[in-house]
């Protein structure tokens, strides 16, 4: 089983929809759990990050751990065709570890 | 500040060919990074450094695939020989010390096509 599993989509919503992206994610030790976002022809770039379970909310975006399901998600209310990107969720093995590891993206495309 | 600068954006080669990939980090960041991104194994860790020192390349798939980085503000990976499945976007990245929630800020990338 690989350590984060993603699925690729894509994921096609009409304006306004709200979003739900989701990753597993095998080993129960992790803490840290990220999420990144990239355009097209474009590096990532860090959307929001979560510490343990709960949600942690930013604008539009709210982001969740389920840590007994090893389940996290990113919700988008109010989607926007400015939405429309790859999004990778991303989790290190420990604190103040750089070796992240990346599910593969899902894609989506929020269309007006 | 520039961001993350990476170069060549595009390169198309023949296989056998060295191939040379730069990068130029954030000022003031001292831990850089190098990732690939393919379909089909999306975005995987080749290497990184902290103060320019290599801390784990165990993600380096083969010997053909080498990194530097001479000083701080400077580093290069290379691929010699260059084959077809080396076709991929590289990315370079840095970062500050003190990571968890500290981001790591990714480059536009190189996308480079070996025929």
């Known amino acids: 089983q690989k350590e984060v599993e993603q699925d690729p989509g894509p994921l096609s919503v009409p304006e306004g929809a709200i979003v739900s992206l989701n990753c597993t994610y095998s080993?129960?030790?992790?803490?840290?759990f990220m999420w990144y976002r990239q355009y097209s022809r474009k590096g990532p770039e860090l959307l929001m990050y979560t510490y343990s379970s709960g949600n942690k909310e930013d604008g539009r975006f709210t982001a969740q751990v389920d840590k007994s399901s090893k389940y996290i998600s990113l919700f988008i209310r109010d989607s926007q065709p400015s939405d429309s990107a790859t999004y990778l969720c991303a989790i290190p093995p420990g604190a103040g570890s750089y070796q992240l590891t990346f599910g593969k993206g899902t894609k989506l495309s929020v269309i007006p | 500040d520039a961001g993350v600068i990476q170069s060549p954006r595009h390169e198309v080669t023949e296989m056998g060919q060295e191939v040379t990939l730069r990068c130029k980090p954030i000022?003031?960041?001292?831990?850089l990074f190098w990732y690939r991104q393919t379909m089909m194994r999306g975005l995987e860790l080749l290497i990184y450094?902290?103060?320019?020192?290599?801390?784990?390349d165990s993600g380096m798939p083969e010997d053909r695939f080498s990194a530097k980085m001479p000083n701080a503000s400077f580093s290069t990976l290379k691929i010699q020989p260059s084959e077809p499945r080396d076709s991929a976007v590289y990315f370079c990245?840095?970062?500050?010390?003190?990571?968890?929630?500290?981001?790591?800020?990714f480059g536009e990338g190189s996308w480079l096509t070996v025929v």
């Open positions: 080993n129960s030790a992790f803490q840290y």
């Open positions: 450094f902290n103060n320019n020192v290599p801390i784990d």
């Open positions: 000022s003031g960041h001292d831990y």
């Open positions: 990245a840095s970062s500050l010390t003190g990571f968890t929630g500290n981001t790591i800020y």
